[in-house]
């Protein structure tokens, strides 16, 4: 037995149909009298909208995925419904997903926009056949900058001059599942790997926490030679044990499904320090796993050139994310001594410091120039 489900954009995609569902697109179909209606970082459900007409495919599914499909659409405040569809076989009944949620009204989303909103819906359908509603709607939101980061991982170069110039047809999985997803989430998978003598390794069992991307950012002052700091309590002291638990770090947040990471650097700089920061003055500093062995999150760290304030000591942060941040400006000497002395203790930190260290002089004779 199966079910005729009408999908609109993104999701009425064959080669995601085909990986997702595992279902060919049979048909493509209209309805007349209705639009795409949603939130910005939500999967649009359909609602009724005068001398508009949505497009979209039919695919024939299981009751288990139906069943998977409107746990997903449930999370944006659409639920499954029988309307008519316009088919090259005539019209014929089909089960729809209605918006009910305030939205608004929506085009079909870019190709780039829709590659992630579709991976995202990936994860949380293979997510709905052992979570239930509160965890999917607190997971979207990470399965969204999760399925940009993917995107990010697949466009980037990939320079293979002393490592091996292998890719992923060389890893071969064998069986995977997702023990937690909650506001992050933990994979494990068995699978075989090549190893340097050109055979594949026996399965091997892993296990990763899955995260997104985010920026770091050291705002520099090269005229004055000082840096903005922020400190913050964290979490993680806390739970290894900690006495003291907060944090001297750089100027750090997640990037955003839809942003790319120069827009989250000034972002974060305004939200974490009332700091306006150009565009210009953001120096690359290097891209980076800082524990691949585990965890997927990946970082981009900048160096900001710009001129700080004098004996600035602001509390700044998100209200809506409880967040308590302090920023210090410091001499770049300071610094230094801190990480010295075992206060600072935040990676990003201490290599972008190092970094800076190395480009300090150059930076500042540029400055006075």
């Known amino acids: ?18 990986e997702v569902l595992g279902v060919e697109r049979s048909l493509r179909a209209d309805v007349p009298g209705y639009g795409l209606e949603g939130a910005e970082k939500s999967l649009p459900g359909i609602w009724q909208s005068e001398r508009a007409m949505v497009s979209g495919c039919l695919v024939s599914v299981t009751p288990a995925m139906l069943e998977r499909l409107t746990a997903l659409y449930a999370t944006f405040g659409a639920f499954p419904a029988e309307i008519e569809v316009q088919a090259t076989g005539g019209c014929m009944s089909a089960t729809a997903f209605m918006n009910t949620s305030t939205g ?19 994860e949380m359908l293979a997510l709905a056949a052992t979570h239930g509603p509160d965890a999917l709607r607190t997971r979207w939101p990470m399965a969204l900058s999760h399925a940009a980061s993917v995107a990010r991982a697949k466009a980037a170069a990939n320079p293979a001059k002393l490592r091996a110039a292998w890719g992923r047809a060389d890893v071969k999985p064998q069986a995977r599942k997702i023990p937690y997803a909650w506001f992050f989430g933990v994979v494990e998978e068995e699978l075989q790997f090549r190893r340097f003598d050109g055979a594949l390794s026996p399965a091997v069992k892993r296990a990763g926490f899955v995260m997104s991307d985010a ?9 004055r030679d000082c840096v903005l700091l922020i400190e913050q309590f964290r979490y993680a002291p806390w739970l290894r044990g900690a006495e003291n638990c907060w944090s001297l770090e750089p100027i750090a947040g997640r990037v955003d499904p839809f942003e790319r990471p120069e827009d989250c650097a000034l972002r974060e700089a305004r939200e974490e320090a009332d700091l306006g920061l150009a565009r210009d003055g953001l120096i690359a500093v290097g891209n980076v796993y800082p524990s691949p062995g585990a965890v997927t999150e990946f970082l981009y760290h900048y ?43 935040n990676g990003p ?5 190092y970094w800076l260290a190395a480009h300090r002089e150059g930076l500042r004779s540029t400055a006075r120039s």
């Open 1 to 18: 037995m199966t079910c005729l489900v009408f999908l609109t954009a993104p999701l009425d995609d064959a080669d995601w149909c085909r």
């Open 104 to 122: 608004s009204a929506q085009a079909a989303p870019d190709r780039d926009r829709a590659i992630i909103l579709r991976r995202a819906s990936a």
């Open 215 to 223: 920026v770091t950012v050291l705002p520099y002052d090269p005229e």
């Open 303 to 345: 160096v900001a050139l710009c001129a700080l304030p004098e004996g600035t000591e602001t509390v700044a942060g998100l209200e809506s994310e409880a967040e308590d941040i302090r920023s210090h400006v410091i001499s770049f000497d300071e610094l230094m001594s801190l990480i010295a002395s075992g206060e600072v203790q």
């Open 349 to 353: 930190l201490v290599l972008t410091a």
